[in-house]
């Protein structure tokens, strides 16, 4: 199976101001021609929306989702492609609330877990959709040792610390600012992370950028920049489950990872680097989800299903596929790209049938999936493993693309 190689991110044009910002992802410029095309449809339209010269029509809508507990106001956007893809996403938490993608008959329908209101968001959620930080995944017993220092994290996650803490990036409200690009509609989420926050140093400045491709792939481009020596580890937290109903055990999935990291029984990475060879982890060869999940292994045990890192070889930077996701039933197809050196597989063990989502839809036991491109769990504390550290004068970049389409 190839690579897919997507092209730097263009540079985006603020719908505000028109100014040229320059691309999150990397370098790389604009066509002259398509850039102009951008500006004039930027004053053309007062719909949030534009048209590109060389694309097809596309827009971004925002409406209200509501009110934080605070009292702040949170948006809802809708991007749509020229396909008829779409993609809610809120400025809380940068969630993505629906996605909506066709299956091999056309027939589009929301591939993703979550609520109807901000309200069931802001009452209970195993980070539906949202994006994570500071740290995705686990710190063992929330401390770690950075430049001599100390570090005391809240231990959220009993006896450890999780996916950023108590309020971690899924739990506040991110500055949004609408754009255009070429390569589809787009929203920027921005949000200052104070130093201290959530016991972690730096004042840490975050941008991501979503855009959905014309190519019906969400993109996700991350920045981030400090004041201060500290760790930063970001992904994006989505439930998948292509059918749009029912368990994920039907969902075949392929991994070209030879490795993985085996957790002990607070899922905390033990350090090895295991061969998935001849494990029920060994997902080279596409294997449906359900297929071994129930066997008699220590690991599964630890995680009740599988919620571990799968390591690949490649380079940290490196941007490559790491998954590929068929739900034979519908033919629909998910596609997990990233720079990330790790991928936490996580089959929705914790789901028990007490949050109810979307159209009334009870969540139950493995009702949904996600596919977290990550550095690997617990790196501060264990040195063998990808470096997490960040440095002033330094740009933390991480690129997801999660691509959808059809298998007939
Ligand atoms: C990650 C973790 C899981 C679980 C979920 C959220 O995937 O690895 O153990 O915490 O998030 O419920």
């Not at 989800?289 to 599964?300: C, F, S, V």
Request: aromatic share 10%.
């Amino acid at each position: 199976m190839q690579d897919r190689h997507y092209p730097p991110a263009p540079p985006l044009v603020n719908r505000v101001t028109g100014i040229i910002e320059p691309s999150s992802a990397a370098s790389g410029s604009l066509p002259l021609r398509c850039a102009a095309a951008i500006l004039v449809c930027l004053s053309a339209t007062a719909l949030i929306g534009c048209a590109s010269a060389s694309r097809s029509h596309t827009q971004v809508t925002q409406q209200s989702f509501g009110k934080t507990k605070e009292g702040t106001g949170v948006s809802l956007f809708t991007l749509r492609n020229a396909q008829g893809a779409e993609a809610r996403i809120s400025n809380y938490g940068g969630i993505v609330v629906s996605l909506k993608v066709p299956d091999r008959d056309g027939k589009f329908g929301d591939v993703v877990l979550g609520y109807d209101s901000l309200d069931d968001y802001l009452t209970e959620t195993p980070y539906f959709g949202a994006l994570i930080g500071r740290y995705g995944n686990r710190i063992a017993r929330g401390r770690f040792t950075l430049d001599g220092q100390t570090y005391k994290l809240a231990t959220n996650n009993y006896p450890n610390a999780l996916h950023g803490g108590i309020k971690g990036f899924d739990k506040v409200v991110w500055q949004p600012m609408i754009l255009a690009s070429a390569d589809g509609p787009s929203l920027k989420l921005s949000y200052l992370s104070k130093d201290g926050e959530e016991g972690y140093p730096g004042n840490l400045s975050v941008t991501v950028v979503y855009t959905l491709l014309e190519d019906n792939a969400l993109r996700v481009d991350y920045t981030a920049v400090t004041d201060k020596d500290t760790v930063v580890n970001l992904t994006q937290h989505s439930y998948f489950n292509l059918a749009g109903k029912g368990d994920i055990l039907g969902h075949v999935v392929m991994m070209p990872a030879d490795k993985f990291t085996p957790v002990d029984s607070t899922l905390i990475p033990t350090g090895e680097l295991r061969p998935v060879e001849g494990t029920p982890f060994d997902f080279r060869h596409a294997t449906a989800i359900g297929a071994r999940i129930n066997q008699d292994d220590e690991q599964l045990k630890f995680g009740k299903g599988y919620d571990h890192n799968w390591v690949f070889n490649k380079q940290v930077g490196e941007f490559t596929r790491m998954a590929r996701v068929l739900e034979p039933t519908t033919g629909r197809v998910l596609e997990v790209f990233s720079t990330e050196p790790g991928l936490q597989f996580y089959s929705g063990n914790f789901l028990d049938g007490t949050l109810k989502g979307k159209g009334g839809w009870v969540y139950q036991f493995r009702n949904g999936f996600c596919m977290e491109p990550q550095h690997f769990p617990d790196s501060p504390n264990q040195p063998q493993f990808p470096s997490v550290v960040l440095k002033p004068g330094q740009t933390y970049k991480n690129l997801i693309v999660y691509k959808f389409s059809v298998e007939k």
